[in-house]
């Protein structure tokens, strides 16, 4: 079972950076897909975007699209998500998750196994 450990979270002003790291703790080479969801307060968890492992092909929501990269490094078996032009609605805690397999869409969070445990992000105004 992979195990994800988040990291990067923080306190940043608006129009600050930050970035995000998800290391998998086994081998990556049985990944599909990673991917990044966020969850406000009172809010439903929504996606913020995905890659394919090995193709390296991704996916953004409109909300992030243009502000937000993600990207993975196979030697560090760890994904990222940099995330610039922060806004104040994009505080929220945020969420890796690795698909093993196809499952479905990447937008969905059907479409993944294993989920980290969370990291804060507060973008003040």
């Known amino acids: 079972q992979a195990q994800l450990v988040e990291s990067g979270g923080g306190l940043v002003q608006a129009g600050g950076s930050l970035r995000l790291s998800c290391a998998a703790s086994?081998?990556?080479?049985?990944?599909?897909?990673m991917g990044w969801f966020r969850q406000a307060p009172g809010k439903e968890r929504e996606f913020v975007a995905g890659?394919?492992?090995?193709?390296?092909?991704?996916y953004y929501a409109d909300s992030v699209k243009g502000r937000f990269t993600i990207s993975r490094d196979n030697a560090k078996n760890t994904g990222y998500v940099q995330m610039n032009s922060l806004k104040p609605e994009d505080t929220a805690v945020y969420y890796c998750?690795?698909?093993?397999?196809?499952?479905?869409?990447?937008?969905?969070?059907?479409?993944?196994?294993?989920w980290g445990q969370g990291t804060q992000v507060t973008v003040s105004s």
């Open positions: 998750a690795v698909g093993r397999e196809y499952r479905g869409s990447l937008y969905y969070s059907t479409g993944y196994d294993y």
């Open positions: 086994r081998r990556t080479y049985s990944l599909y897909a």
């Open positions: 890659i394919k492992w090995s193709a390296g092909t991704t």
